[in-house]
């Protein structure tokens, strides 16, 4: 059996039932690990606050001695600029024995993986941070040809939004000449059952933090990530797509 271990906020309720549900159409056996950083309000000073409870929270699951440690809130790393998720996994690296992880690597990865170079975005942040959200995606080499913003500030909230309201938001996009759709940018914001139902309606894969995330945790894991009924990604379509361009260096 391996165990995941998840960072999240204190107001998320999303990631811990998505993250299970997907694993558990896999082989392997799988329990699931959480410590929790106080937030409820999405914004940028409720958020960096977040991120500095960071340590005692991987400490914690390094108790628990996880194979897999997902830091399981995008907009938290993508909000302090390009490459972050790269200095963040750096240094929980250093801090654990385990595969480390977090949501906005894992959706970078799991475009890669699909090959994708041009993208649409549903997003539950208010708007600022959804700029934020889709400015860091750019410098990781993706053009963003339309995005929505749903403009829910209260994190608890996020995790009530209906899927036909998420749907909703999808259809008015402009997806001429989009490579992939990514349905919810965010582990809060409910989307598993909205991927395949998508994807058939689209025409185009479709993908979201939580999809990309046990995609990710999969790889991570060295096991096959593949799971039905979640969408191309976990379909096999990325096994031996092209990654896309290379994100510009970030620091020294």
Known sequence: MKRIGLVVPSSN????????????????????HSSRMRMHQVSPEELRAMNAQRERCVDELADARVDALLYACL????????????????????QIDAVVLSSAGALVEGLQALGARRIALVTPYLRPLAEQVVAYLEAEGFAVVDWVALEVGDNAEVGCIPGDRVLGAA?????????ALVISACVQMPSLDLVAPAEEEFG???????????????????????????????AGAGRSAAPAPAPPTIGA
């Open 13 to 32: 309720v999303t990631v811990e039932t998505e993250i299970p549900a997907l694993l558990a159409r896999h082989p392997e056996r799988f329990s699931f």
């Open 75 to 94: 907009v938290a790393l993508m909000a302090q600029g390009p490459g972050e998720h790269q200095r963040v996994e750096k240094e929980v690296r250093a």
């Open 171 to 179: 259809r008015g996009l402009d997806l001429t000449g989009a490579d």
């Open 204 to 234: 185009l894969p479709v993908l979201s933090a939580a999809t990309a995330g046990a995609y990710a945790l999969l790889r991570g894991l060295g096991l096959d990530p593949v799971l039905p009924g979640a969408g191309s990604l976990l």
